[in-house]
T-cell receptor, first 112, second 115 residues
Framework: GQQLNQSPQSMFIQEGEDVSMNCTSS?????WLWYKQDPGEGPVLLIA?????ELTSNGRLTAQFGITRKDSFLNISASIPSDVGIYFC????????????FGAGTRLFVKA | SAVISQKPSRDICQRGTSLTIQCQVD?????MFWYRQQPGQSLTLIAT?????????ESGFVIDKFPISRPNLTFSTLTVSNMSPEDSSIYLC????????????FGPGTRLTVL
């Protein structure tokens, strides 16, 4: 079945540094979604990407839908302590209805 | 985006018992989903809650263990039946966007611990 490879698994960075994480697959997706999950909370949608090549920003976050439709990346610029959490990518594939595949998550730790 | 609430937010249960989790949305939505997130893991789809018909379960999940109701377009319940410690997880309700079927929002989750 479809699988997403999300990397890195975890990142330890200093406050103020930029961060990059990505998801790749052998499958083609129609939509890419990026979520952040804080401890004890549900995932919160950060950015949604609907077209190949699309580059979208949300404050300090920027995400891109890969031109091959098989990958996506999320960048966080000038990280701050509240960026700590788990970031998940999700690829959606239309097969009569939308099927959602989640990456394993990237755990971000920010040192002040 | 839709405002999604779940009850209870957390519970500690004894093995062999059942727990029903409620999901309420502030507006009508087409699709409602139930996910499980085991400790330190990603999200796994349990089933799609269909309004007016039986839920559609993913491979590895069965109706006897996870009965689901969806009486209307704003409410759904998931029951975790005959619980064992392996059922300890976060259970998440999710809905699609009012404007796009390919965008999902999540509730705050129900943290379940089975002793």
């Amino acid at each position: 079945g479809q699988q997403l490879n999300q990397s890195p698994q975890s990142m330890f960075i200093q406050e103020g540094e930029d961060v990059s994480m990505n998801c790749t697959s052998s499958s083609i997706f129609n939509t890419w979604l990026w979520y952040k999950q804080d401890p004890g909370e549900g995932p919160v949608l950060l950015i949604a990407l609907y077209k190949a090549g699309e580059l979208t920003s949300n404050g300090r976050l920027t995400a891109q839908f890969g031109i091959t439709r098989k990958d996506s990346f999320l960048n966080i610029s000038a990280s701050i302590p509240s960026d700590v959490g788990i970031y998940f990518c999700a690829g959606l594939l239309y097969t009569g209805g939308f099927k959602t595949i989640f990456g394993a998550g990237t755990r971000l730790f920010v040192k002040a | 985006s839709a405002v999604i609430s779940q009850k209870p937010s957390r519970d500690i249960c004894q093995r062999g018992t059942s727990l029903t989790i409620q999901c309420q949305v502030d507006s009508q939505v087409t699709m409602m989903f139930w996910y499980r997130q085991q400790p330190g893991q990603s999200l796994t789809l349990i089933a799609t809650a269909n309004q007016g018909s039986e839920a559609t379960y993913e491979s590895g999940f069965v109706i006897d263990k996870f009965p689901i109701s969806r009486p209307n377009l704003t409410f759904s319940t998931l029951t975790v039946s005959n619980m064992s410690p392996e059922d300890s997880s976060i259970y998440l309700c999710s809905v699609d966007s009012r404007t796009r079927a390919d965008t999902q929002y999540f509730g705050p989750g129900t943290r379940l611990t089975v002793l």
